[in-house]
């Protein structure tokens, strides 16, 4: 059975880099930026961006969108 | 091929929150547009935000709502309610609205049995007035007014209320949730939809306690914030359905 | 005892409270919360009764005066013609309330039955409220349209008019009786029901965002230059509601060389006190404030073209005297006699005080 994968995007200029997202992620696929966003934070940057899809270990579980206070996090998923 | 599966609810604006990183308001406000949304009561919903750090909720979740004096919320969203008892009327407070000024106010609206929800947002410490004790706060907890931690002989030991709440026999539903997990945060979500649908089914009053992390006060990351819910704060106050007098609502 | 039921204007005989009680249900008033507090327990009791004969409409014994004031405030923000009352340590609870009201620009009506105080106090009838009524007693930059009957039938036809005020202003309306007009019994006769559906529509109130963006009604302005339009806006109103609704009553003025300012059951003595006077042949009449907030200053004024003295008649020690020594702006002389704690004063004593200060005036020459 093939696995769903899945993608997110992260609005850096929501994000106020709490890392509660980086903290729950199954597959440890969120680290944090080193280009401050406007607020001022280290936003949190998706690390498989520039992979393909068919690469993605993601599955859209949602479970950083969960957790994310500022509702920064989008997840698509087949 | 791929579908966007967690986006903005529509019942939260799309706006900054000025909530502090790790704040546990974002989450449950979005928790409470993604349930007006689901049960399709938006549009007849009224809030009433607290004094604290959520005064300005009416920026983010996008229903009518009306402002009270601190500690009021439930006797306003009385008055609301009586007045348009076919709307939904809920009422957001910290633990100082709840259960230091508004104590009598709270347990009257209970124990009246008032067909509202109140949605009850304890953080253990009053944050937006810079981190004094609360009167959920923990012993040996620091504070402004704590300093050297909270000590039950000289500032009393932390209250209960939503305990005290179940004994009204006007209440009929009293949950203690968390938003500090993914687990707990569903857990919330479901919590919060309990309790709207009691209010929908006219079943009388429903308050939902929900542990929520303060980074900023309580002087920890919001990692750290989240993990202190789960290691310290709920052997204190334990996350359980406290009194159930409905069962299962559809 | 039970509400009247009857539709026809004729007239009947209740006591003060319970002809306010009437004519705020008669007035189209869906919500009332209240706490029971001497002398003004007859109102809350007669609102129990009353609002209970209706489907649509509310009564709360609330837990206390403060939650009281705080449901009127929801009611109001739903929509509703909403009331409290209660007497003096009760109407201090209510201030915060009532400067939210007055902030977020809410209609409601408060009826403050005025007890002797401060502090505890006695519930013999009083006039120690009129600088918490008329000067805040809550707290920022607004104001609170006051009113003052003096009869049974003003009781009735003050509280339909402080209805209508709170509506039309968007403001709080405080009813400033006392005591004895809660208790004493006079013939009133009341107007026919208003139908909640002739009541005008309101554009601000939160009924739920169906077919319209969601609204909010709120006071809090962090920027102080917001809260500074907000205030002057405030301002703005206020100025209109002095242009448009002071009223008093004057009694025998017209050739008077001294001018008796009493309101409420101080008027009524007053009135006593002028009648003896006049038939010993002094030229006194009396001037009886309606509305104490805004205060008939104009009025005032203008009688100082051909009076140049005033003696001011209160039950406290010294409040709306103020008012008049600002109102005449030092064209006339102001003196001041008060019966504070409850005492009541009978007509001869207040004829002796005018008398007395008639002839040591020499007011006899024109």
């Not at chain 2, 049995?113 to 907890?141: D, K, W």
């Amino acid at each position: 059975m093939a696995k769903k994968r899945g993608t997110i995007t992260i609005d850096r200029e929501l994000c106020k880099g709490c890392y509660l997202c980086i903290s729950v992620c199954p597959n440890q696929l969120i680290s944090i930026s080193t280009e401050l966003n406007q607020m001022g934070y280290y936003p949190a940057e998706f690390t498989e961006t520039d992979l393909e899809l068919d690469q993605h270990e993601c599955t859209g579980c949602t479970t950083c969108a969960l957790v994310c206070p500022d509702v920064a996090i989008e997840v698509y998923r087949e | 091929m791929l579908k966007k599966v967690f986006t903005r609810p529509r019942y939260l604006k799309d706006r900054v929150f000025h909530y502090c990183p790790g704040c546990g308001h974002s989450i449950i406000h979005r928790l409470i547009a993604e349930v007006l949304e689901e049960l399709e009561i938006g549009d007849r919903t009224i809030c009433v935000p607290p004094a604290g750090c959520a005064v300005l909720a009416y920026d983010y979740i996008d229903v009518d709502m009306g402002e009270s004096p601190h500690g009021r919320g439930t006797a306003l969203a009385t008055g609301i309610k009586r007045v348009l008892p076919d709307r939904i009327v809920f009422s957001y407070q910290g633990d100082g609205d709840i259960a230091a000024i508004g104590t009598a106010e709270t347990i009257h609206a209970a124990n009246r049995g008032e067909n509202i929800s109140v949605i009850f947002v304890n953080n253990g410490c009053y944050g937006m007035t810079g981190g004094q004790m609360a009167p959920t706060t923990l012993p040996g907890q620091n504070s402004t007014t704590t300093p050297g931690g909270r000590d039950v002989s000289r500032d009393a030991a932390p209250i209960d209320l939503s305990e005290m709440l179940a004994i009204a026999k006007g209440s009929t539903y009293i949950e203690r949730t968390a938003v500090n997990s993914p687990k707990n945060i569903r857990r919330t979500k479901k919590a919060i939809t309990k309790a709207f649908k009691i209010q929908m089914a006219e079943k009388g009053f429903s308050l939902i306690e929900i542990l929520s992390p303060c980074p900023v006060n309580w002087k920890l990351s919001p990692v750290e914030a989240a993990k202190r819910i789960e290691e310290e704060i709920t052997n204190y106050f334990p996350i359980k359905v406290i009194k159930d007098n409905i069962g299962k609502i559809a | 005892m039970s509400r009247l039921r009857c539709t026809v204007s004729k007239k009947f005989l209740l006591r003060g409270s319970q002809v306010i009680g009437e004519a705020a249900v008669r007035a189209g008033c869906r919500f009332y919360a209240g706490y029971p507090i001497t002398p003004q327990n007859e109102l809350t009791e007669y609102m129990a009764d009353a609002m209970n004969a209706f489907d649509n409409r509310t009564f709360v014994q609330a837990e206390s005066e403060i939650a009281a004031i705080n449901m009127v405030i929801g009611a109001s923000m739903a929509g509703a013609r909403a009331m409290t009352s209660s007497s003096s340590p009760g109407i201090s609870l209510k201030q915060e309330g009532i400067s939210f009201l007055a902030s977020q620009e809410l209609p409601a009506v408060i009826i403050n039955t005025m007890r002797g105080g401060p502090g505890m106090g006695n519930i013999a009838p009083s006039q120690g409220d009129y600088y918490q009524a008329t000067r805040g007693g809550g707290h920022g930059d607004y104001r609170t349209i006051v009113l003052a009957p003096a009869s049974g039938q003003e009781l009735a036809d003050l509280t339909r008019t402080a209805f209508d005020y709170a509506d039309t202003y968007r403001s709080p309306v405080l009813i400033l009786g006392d005591g004895m007009m809660g208790q004493m019994m006079e013939p009133v006769t009341f107007p026919d029901p208003i139908r909640l559906e002739d009541l005008p529509q309101k554009s601000y109130i939160l009924d739920g965002a169906k077919n319209r963006p969601s609204r909010a009604i709120f006071s809090l302005l962090l920027d102080p230059s917001i809260e500074e339009e907000r205030n002057w806006k405030l301002g703005r109103k206020y100025e209109i509601i002095k242009r448009e609704i002071p009223r008093a009553e004057s009694h025998l003025t017209e050739d008077a060389n001294l001018v008796i300012i009493a309101y409420g059951t101080a008027a009524r003595i007053a009135k006593g006190a002028v009648k003896r006077v006049r038939e010993m042949g002094l030229k006194v009449g009396l001037l009886r404030p309606i509305t104490l907030w805004p205060f008939p200053s104009k009025m005032l004024c203008e009688m100082t073209r051909h009076v140049r003295n005033f003696l001011v008649f209160e039950m406290n020690t010294g409040q709306m005297v103020d008012d008049v020594k600002l109102a005449v702006e030092g064209r006339a002389h102001v003196q001041f006699y008060g019966r504070p704690g409850g005492v009541i004063s009978t007509p001869d004593e207040i004829a002796k005080i005018i008398n007395s200060l008639y002839h040591r005036q020499q007011l006899e020459e024109v």
